[in-house]
């Protein structure tokens, strides 16, 4: 508003000053001239200031709008990260839990059922024979519970990632799927590997797990590598598949819930997951996260604590 207030003021004082002034006549050509030209120009300045008093508001409320979205992201970020913690630490819990107390239970059991099953052995009495066959096919049903067990406490938290670091868990984890599945898992880990703090280690074999559990569920695939290397404080770790592979739209779908929590812990440390893959050409999933020398990194997940 007062943009137009002041060029209406230059248009009627310079009318004036020719007018009253310079007592140049009003029917003069030059005064016609002369108003269409300051008009035209006078217009001209003043769009020139609205817009660019619009552009610097515009510009100012972009600014504002991508600050308060990247501290979204940051809290976001933060947030991510902290439920990934309280979830590994909530796993490794229940996963002591199962392996030490039920274990514990499942073991003392079999051991009660071999020595009942020794001293109606050792009567020599036939007619306690069927009920010796029992006792031998229940110490087998416990047998097989505590393998599950063993399964179900190390798919929660394997206690080699805690102990033994994140190279052996890669390998054990490789092992398994191919006891279960078949398929041949061939994994390549850059030697000396690093100690790494706790959450980079737990980001990095998740991806890993889901990886592998994905490939053995939808892909198809007879061959698989793993590869995995700590180069200018970056981890790389890389999952690659023959395949069938799958559409850009299933990658980027909602349901893809695996999909969306690996990239999720991969932007929760700052890092970045790249998934290249093409209908009959297989899957290649690529996890790389900085790897800081920051010691708070190094506490700020402590699942067996």
Request: hydrophobic share 40%; net charge negative.
């Amino acid at each position: 508003m007062l943009y137009v207030l002041l060029a209406s003021t230059w248009i009627a004082g310079c009318d004036l000053i020719f007018v009253h002034i310079l007592n140049v006549p009003v029917e003069s050509i030059l005064i016609h001239t002369f108003k269409g030209v300051n008009f035209a120009a006078t217009t001209g300045v003043l769009f020139y200031l609205v817009l660019r008093r619009a552009y610097g508001g515009w510009r100012r409320a972009e600014a504002e709008r991508l600050a308060v979205l990247a501290a979204s992201n940051e809290r976001f970020r933060s947030l991510s990260s902290r439920i990934q913690t309280l979830r590994e630490s909530e796993r490794a819990s229940i996963s002591r839990e199962v392996h030490d107390e039920l274990g514990q239970i499942l073991t003392g059991i079999k051991l009660k059922v071999r020595m009942i099953e020794s001293r109606l052995d050792e009567r020599d009495d036939i007619s306690l024979n069927p009920q010796i066959e029992d006792l031998v096919e229940a110490g087998e049903m416990i047998d097989e519970t505590i393998n599950a067990v063993r399964r179900i406490s190390t798919g929660l938290r394997p206690s080699t990632l805690d102990h033994l670091g994140l190279a052996t868990a890669i390998r054990g984890e490789a092992e398994q799927f191919i006891h279960r599945t078949g398929v041949d898992c061939r994994v390549e880990i850059a030697e000396p590997f690093p100690e790494l703090p706790p959450v980079v280690q737990t980001t990095a074999f998740r991806v890993c797990q889901e990886c592998l559990t994905n490939v053995a569920r939808h892909s198809g695939a007879s061959r698989v590598s793993v590869h995995c290397r700590v180069e200018e404080e970056t981890l790389e770790l890389s999952v690659a598949d023959n395949g069938a592979g799958c559409p850009p739209s299933v990658l980027s779908a909602p349901a893809s819930l695996g999909l969306i929590g690996m990239r999720e812990r991969a932007e929760a440390l700052a890092g970045t997951l790249d998934i290249a893959s093409s209908p009959g050409s297989g899957t290649t999933v690529t996890l790389r996260v900085p790897v800081p020398s920051n010691p708070e990194f190094h506490t700020h997940e402590n699942p067996v604590s």
